[in-house]
């Protein structure tokens, strides 16, 4: 055969071949990227979790920060996050680890499951008063 047919055919083949196997946008299933935890689904996770009351820590971190993960007060203590974290009495922890919801849930409910309720003595004791 001459070279240059032989040339074409496969050029032709390789062409159609690439054309017939190329993967369109409709081919590749769709990325979407994890998104981040709701506060409401860290609480329900965390209540699971550590076999404490979803309701209470609602109402705790409610009570303490308005469910505002970058709640502060300077005020007599240094506390921090959802959880209103003492920095002062917990050291170890820095200020952005306590602004960080999942670990400010999980400080929260491990506490409770270890019976350290009044460590929010304030909001503690207007769950009591609000559970009579």
């Given at each position: ?28 299933p769709s ?81 409770f499951s ?19």
């Amino acid at each position: 055969m001459n070279q240059k047919l032989i040339v074409t055919l496969l050029l032709l083949l390789t062409t159609k071949f690439l054309i017939a196997s190329a993967v369109t946008t409709n081919d590749i299933p769709s990325y979407a990227p994890p998104r981040e935890k709701t506060i409401s689904e860290i609480i329900d996770e965390k209540a699971l979790q550590y076999n404490v009351s979803a309701s209470r820590l609602y109402f705790m971190i409610d009570c303490e920060s308005s469910m505002n993960p970058k709640a502060f007060n300077p005020r007599g203590e240094y506390s921090v996050g959802l959880s209103q974290i003492n920095l002062e009495a917990h050291p170890h922890i820095t200020r952005e680890k306590a602004e960080q919801p999942e670990f400010a849930v999980d400080f929260m409910a491990k506490n409770f499951s270890k019976g350290k309720y009044n460590m929010w003595y304030n909001c503690n004791q207007k769950w009591l008063n609000n559970r009579i």
